[in-house]
């Protein structure tokens, strides 16, 4: 079974964590919600409480099929400040997996260099934050093993994304349609 750890900090954004969290599990990946805040529960931007499913130093990501960062500024800041996730993120993109980030977040893989020469989207106004980057602005873009997405409104489409990646496309495809997004 594919494994995909998604990553909470206090001021994550809930709906680009919980939306992708959703669409991923109705694919049957198993989403392990990891907190770098030393406790389960991480307080989201809008003051929403969510309980993690472990601790970052209880996991282990070696097992990781992706590695996926929800966006928010104050989320993002703590992100890139835990030196240990960046060097999780380093080593699975050195192997070439999936790592996607949304939002403010992307602007952690541009402070970490790996995005120079490559697309990259993200929340408008972070875009000089993406060393590197071509930036695209589309809701989603993808390079190689790298996802981002622009916000918010992406979240479900950034989902998707990671999903289509790890299960293919019609996995997707079937989850749109049991979520009613053709009917949109």
Do not use: W
């Amino acid at each position: 079974m594919s494994k995909i750890y998604l990553f909470l900090a206090d001021g994550f954004e809930p709906v680009e964590a919980l939306a992708p969290v959703d669409v991923m599990r109705r694919a049957g990946i198993n989403v392990v919600t990891v907190s770098i805040m030393g406790r389960a529960t991480v307080e989201a931007a809008h003051g929403v409480k969510v309980v993690a499913d472990a601790l970052f130093e209880e996991c282990s990501f070696s097992d990781a099929d992706a590695l996926v960062l929800p966006g928010g500024s104050v989320g993002t800041d703590n992100l890139s400040a835990c030196a240990p996730l960046r060097a999780s993120i380093a080593s699975a993109n050195a192997e070439g997996k999936i790592i996607a980030a949304i939002c403010a977040a992307p602007m952690v893989f541009g402070r970490m260099g790996l995005l120079v020469g490559r697309r990259a989207t993200c929340y408008p106004g972070y875009e000089g934050e993406l060393a590197g980057a071509k930036y695209t602005a589309a809701a989603v873009e993808q390079d190689d093993n790298i996802i981002t997405a622009c916000g918010p409104a992406a979240s479900f489409e950034f989902g998707f994304s990671i999903v289509e990646n790890i299960c293919g496309g019609e996995a997707v495809a079937l989850i749109r349609e049991q979520m009613r997004f053709n009917d949109l």
